[in-house]
């Protein structure tokens, strides 16, 4: 394609991309930390009943034997969370006293928390434990409906106003919700704030793969691409290490926002999409953006003879019946493009019920949960050494069909395994969340590779949107364990499996070919396609008669 010529005679993958992606990509891992953040501020520490304010323990030098007088015992040994005996129970300091029968009531005086390696959460707060805990749920929900809001609606925002735009807004966005999060007084406000940061994780993501893969000539793609996985990787690592540091919930939630200002006060200097501002007849100021490119390059010979002229004679054919999309209908308006958009649709969805039915509750591992957060995000670094390998020498469709699949198969072959074995329970589903992790990022260039420039913003924006109601859908698959433990492994495990079926099934390969830039264009090279293909067959049709003729041929 003309557009690919251009930028390989301004350098290529030069200083100017290496310098725009590094930009592009340090706020993405920071966005890991919001995704993961609660299992940290919104961790539950152990607890118990609060004595009733009439009694005091004066009456006992031992605070041990004071527990055991006013809190029961649950079925694990350990004091009963969420109840304790109306009066103190003396006689059950005896070795061979028994609580049967001894009358029980609900922590009317509040709870008192285990301190030692959470100080504060908003647990601990706002007391979201017993009748309450389903609201910390509640709250991550929260977030990923803002997520799911955010895709819907920068990715249209995207494809009219440009990349740049939403993308400055959601770093202002995110800066200001995550921070006014650390001062605010009440659940109800923090639930808020929530949404708002939820909002910005599509804005973020997407823009920032667009503009990357769109400044990008075609070798260098898959690279750029996978390094966002990276960075998410990288920002997962991150926040265990800033978790562990800093303890109390409102200065780790400031600590991870305030970043966002300062790349809200960079992001100006970052350029516009030039395919963009072409598509929509802006060539000027695409002109003076490919000049700046040219300059940092080292090309700045070749800069200063660009035109709008120059620029169009390359983009002409390639922009000639462009439209801009304005609706979300053209998603499915053209054949080609609604098999790759309801094809998209299952493999977003599927990808994420699967990948946070796996990794979003790590209090259920037997270790530290710093340790498992650090464990979670350093399985995906060779997860995606591999990933990388195959999408430049293999291709995109058979990178994300495989591993959807084997993480399916790994999830499924999970619930055969006893659960005294609970050290290869958990290596298999960090195994398998490492596969979920790499066939994430990979669908998300394969996506922005699908789909040409005109719809590509609203289309990762509604794939996106698939996969936040993937997420949301993920803790009620979770509650399926109640009816029966094989539920959710079984539900996780073959959506894996069926979305990695279809991707090898109905989507084209997108290795080494130039991004399309219209819905004629896609629609052309699958006709092309076709027709080649059916060529190819009479071919072999006319090779196999006249293969047959002869030896009748011979006898004559």
């Not at 708002?196 to 990008?216: A, D, P, Y």
């Not at 006060?265 to 060539?283: A, I, N």
Request: glycine share 8%; with cysteine.
């Amino acid at each position: 394609m003309a557009f690919t010529d251009l930028l390989d005679a301004l350098g290529g993958v030069g200083r100017f991309q290496f310098v725009h992606t590094a930009l592009l990509l340090l706020p993405c891992g920071l966005l890991a930390c919001h995704t993961f953040l609660q299992n940290f501020t919104a961790a539950a520490p152990p607890h118990h009943c609060q004595h009733p304010h009439n009694y005091t323990e004066a009456t006992t030098n031992d605070s041990g034997a004071w527990l055991r007088a006013i809190i029961p015992l649950n079925q694990h040994g350990v004091p009963d969370p969420c109840q304790r005996y109306t009066e103190p129970q003396w006689a059950l300091l005896k070795s061979n006293a028994s609580s049967h029968g001894v009358p029980t009531e609900d922590c009317k005086d509040g709870w008192v928390y285990d301190r030692s390696i959470f100080p504060s959460t908003i647990v601990m707060e706002w007391d979201l434990v017993c009748e309450a805990r389903t609201l910390r749920d509640l709250a991550q929900s929260i977030y990923m409906a803002g997520v799911l809001v955010g895709a819907a609606l920068f990715g249209s925002l995207a494809d009219r106003l440009g990349r740049k735009p939403p993308l400055v807004w959601s770093y202002l966005q995110l800066a200001v919700s995550g921070t006014a999060t650390a001062y605010v007084g009440s659940f109800n406000a923090y639930c808020v704030f929530r949404f708002l940061m939820g909002m910005t994780f599509s804005g973020i993501i997407l823009n920032s793969l667009s503009l990357v893969v769109e400044c990008m000539p075609t070798r260098g793609r898959t690279v750029a691409g996978i390094l966002l996985g990276f960075s998410f990787t990288l920002g997962q690592l991150i926040l265990a290490g800033v978790a562990y540091l800093i303890r109390p919930w409102r200065w780790l939630q400031f600590a991870v926002s305030a970043p966002f200002l300062v790349f809200f006060f960079y992001s100006w200097w970052l350029p516009e999409s030039s395919r963009w501002l072409l598509l929509h007849g802006k060539s000027q100021q695409a002109v003076q953006n490919l000049r700046k490119v040219a300059i940092i390059n080292g090309k700045k010979e070749v800069g200063d003879r660009l035109t709008t002229e120059v620029v169009s004679s390359y983009v002409q054919s390639e922009f000639a019946s462009v439209h801009t999309s304005s609706s979300i209908l053209d998603l499915f308006r053209t054949p080609a493009i609604r098999k790759v958009t309801c094809c998209l649709m299952v493999v977003w969805f599927s990808n994420s019920v699967a990948y946070y039915g796996l990794a979003m509750d790590l209090q259920k591992f037997r270790f530290s949960i710093y340790l498992v957060q650090a464990l979670f995000g350093i399985i995906d670094i060779p997860a995606m050494l591999v990933a990388t390998t195959t999408m430049i020498y293999v291709g995109r469709r058979a990178t994300v069909a495989s591993f959807l699949i084997l993480a399916g198969l790994m999830v499924i072959a999970n619930m055969f395994v006893p659960e005294d074995l609970q050290t290869l329970r958990t290596v298999q589903a960090a195994l398998g969340k490492g596969c979920l992790a790499s066939s994430f990022i990979c669908v998300y260039l394969f996506t922005g590779e699908l789909y040409p420039t005109e719809i590509r913003q609203m289309g990762m924006g509604f794939a996106s949107v698939s996969a936040r109601l993937g997420g949301l859908t993920a803790p009620l698959v979770t509650t399926l364990g109640e009816i029966s433990p094989v539920l959710p492994p079984m539900s996780f495990g073959a959506t894996s499996v069926l979305a990695g079926m279809a991707v090898a099934c109905f989507l084209t390969e997108t290795r080494n070919v130039p991004l399309l830039e219209t819905i004629a264009a896609m629609e052309r090279r699958v006709k092309e396609g076709r027709s080649n293909r059916n060529t190819e067959h009479m071919s072999e049709e006319i090779s196999l008669q006249q293969l047959g003729a002869s030896p009748l041929k011979e006898t004559i």
